[in-house]
């Protein structure tokens, strides 16, 4: 099994930056692509960035230019650097990691860890 746990949330004023990070612990050899979603109240989970095992990116276009996406493959570690945020990045972030072991999951996922943006 793999376990993810984010760290590194809070409240913050608009315009400041946040760096988020996942811990991967258990079978993180097995573990391909990770991500970080964000969801608020009352909507669906969204992407915010994703990071392949090679090291390919890609990012929401409302983060875009702002967020930084990066990976440590032997710490089994994950960030998401936060600059210039706004009210609107305001949600809960989770961290998401692909299994690629047949024995396990095919996906897992984090706690999740609050980032409130004041205005």
């Known amino acids: 099994q793999v376990q993810l746990e984010e760290s590194g949330g809070g409240l913050v004023q608009a315009g400041d930056s946040l760096r988020l990070s996942c811990t991967a612990s258990g079978d993180t050899i097995c573990i391909s692509d990770m991500a970080w979603y964000r969801q608020v109240p009352g909507k669906e989970r969204e992407l915010v960035a994703g990071?392949?095992?090679?090291?390919?990116?890609n990012y929401a276009d409302s983060v875009e230019g702002r967020f930084t996406i990066s990976r440590d493959h032997d710490k089994g570690m994950m960030y998401l650097q936060m600059n210039s945020l706004k009210p609107e990045d305001t949600a809960v972030y989770y961290c998401h990691a692909d299994s690629q072991c047949p024995l396990l999951e095919d996906h897992y996922w984090g706690q999740g860890t609050q980032v409130t943006v004041s205005s």
């Open positions: 990071i392949t095992e090679w090291g390919n990116k």
